[in-house]
């Protein structure tokens, strides 16, 4: 075993043991069967769509590809894991990885995809299927429920304080991210355009389109307003004010999720300026992450900062107390200040308290999907952000409050598209650390 992360897995391994038997006990069932997922045909084509393992079986392997696979997890028992390798000619079949989670469970690699037989008892199947899936899959169980709500609400609870193993693949999702933010911007300096920029960005990071963690933004000025912007224009622009990349990596299913902004050739010295003034609101959000912190009051935070650099870059008048309660702020910043980060981009467990009762965000922040007390273990993504949204500002403009906004600076903003600055943060003990940081 040449795993370098060996140690840590096989404890997180037996963490997940603990944590299962636990729950399953505490909740009357006997095991549970988690299906890895199938993907899908488009409608009338014979062509799949992208596919990613669920959560809750990468929890345990780290395989965000692995199709027709499956886990069983009784307590008492050794975790089972059906490893789908078919033979097959048109495709290459998945290879066992060189990782300690091979070895500490009992793994079979099979040629068809039918789920193990469970024994007498209550048990559950969850992942991508219902009831009627489920059989036609050939779980025959009788009783057996699927997707119980009540289980999934505790499984995800425990996939929200990270191990020091995920700790380590967040880490590394980081560091791959950032060889590519570094590229990317080099290819921008070099004149590229949205579509070279991507593809520095996936030769630098090693990974391809198919495997990132969700489709990167890559926007040159007023592409950079549209929050996921989702196209790459393959001619250069006339113009360069600006490049916002919003991109990550996946390292063992564990995802990065990171974003930069960078001023260009035709770049207004104002919005070098408040570019330089949202790293300095991103560094104080930062430190100011520790256990014990309510995020919703984290993220009003972001947006009485964000009022104070509006003022003191005239482009409001009045007071930053006035900008937050009257909704400038709001339209220039729609998102929330960030989420839980981990297996999945957007974590699970964001919006439940511990016992799984829902936490709605407030009404006039309803895009916030982090809404709980911060906790040692989780890792966060702090994002705050500042843009031009002609859809959001000119409401603004025609309201009583739009004569406190300098709309002569907003138009000088507007070929410059907005501003994002994204890190990783991870909540120790007593405060937090940057990931993305370590490797800036």
């Not at 880490?171 to 060889?179: K, Q, S, T, V």
Request: aromatic share 8%; hydrophobic share 40%.
């Amino acid at each position: 075993m040449s795993d370098p992360l060996a140690a840590l897995q096989r404890e997180h391994l037996q963490h997940l043991e603990r944590y299962y038997a636990e729950t399953l006990a505490a909740l009357g069932y006997d095991g549970v069967l988690i299906y890895s997922g199938r993907p899908t045909l488009h409608f009338g084509d014979d062509q799949y769509a992208s596919f990613c393992s669920y959560g809750h079986f990468q929890h345990w392997t780290g395989q965000s590809g692995l199709a027709h696979s499956w886990l069983l997890v009784q307590p008492g028992q050794p975790t089972r894991c059906f490893f789908h390798a078919p033979d097959d000619f048109w495709h290459l079949p998945p290879q066992l990885p060189d990782q300690a989670w091979t070895e500490h469970l009992e793994v079979a690699v099979v040629r068809d995809a039918t789920p193990p037989r469970l024994g007498a008892g209550r048990f559950a199947v969850i992942g991508d299927v219902d009831r009627a899936t489920a059989q036609a899959l050939g779980v025959h169980a009788p009783g057996v429920e699927c997707n119980p709500a009540d289980l999934l609400a505790a499984l995800d609870e425990g996939r929200l304080r990270k191990s020091a193993y995920e700790i380590a693949c967040l880490n590394e999702a980081n560091r791959m991210a950032m060889l590519g933010h570094r590229a990317a911007h080099e290819a921008f300096l070099a004149g590229g355009s949205e579509l070279d920029i991507q593809l520095a960005y996936l030769q630098a990071s090693r990974q391809r389109e198919s495997e990132l963690p969700y489709g990167n933004i890559v926007g040159i000025g007023p592409h950079a307003a549209v929050l996921h912007y989702q196209h790459y224009d393959s001619e250069p622009p006339r113009s360069r004010p600006s490049l916002l990349v919003d991109a990550g990596h996946r390292f063992r299913g564990y995802c990065a999720d990171i974003t930069r902004t960078w001023p260009g050739t035709d770049t207004d010295p104002l919005f070098a300026d408040l570019i330089a003034g949202m790293h300095d609101i991103k560094q104080r959000l930062v430190a100011a992450v520790a256990p014990g912190i309510e995020f919703v009051a984290l993220h009003e935070r972001m947006h009485h900062l964000l009022g104070e650099l509006l003022v003191a870059s005239e482009l409001v008048t009045g007071s930053a107390e006035m900008a937050v309660e009257s909704g400038i702020t709001r339209a220039f910043c729609p998102h929330g200040l960030g989420h839980l980060l981990g297996l999945q981009v957007h974590d699970v467990a964001g919006r439940q308290a511990r016992d799984g009762t829902v936490l709605p965000p407030p009404a006039q922040y309803p895009a916030l999907r982090l809404t709980r007390e911060l906790e040692t273990g989780m890792t966060v993504t702090i994002e705050p952000g500042l843009y031009v949204i002609p859809m959001l500002l000119e409401p603004l403009k025609a309201s009583p409050v739009g004569r406190e906004v300098n709309w002569t600076l907003v138009e000088r903003l507007a070929p410059h598209g907005g501003i994002r600055s994204e890190d990783n943060v991870a909540v120790t003990s007593d405060s937090a650390r940057n990931l993305t940081a370590d490797f800036e």
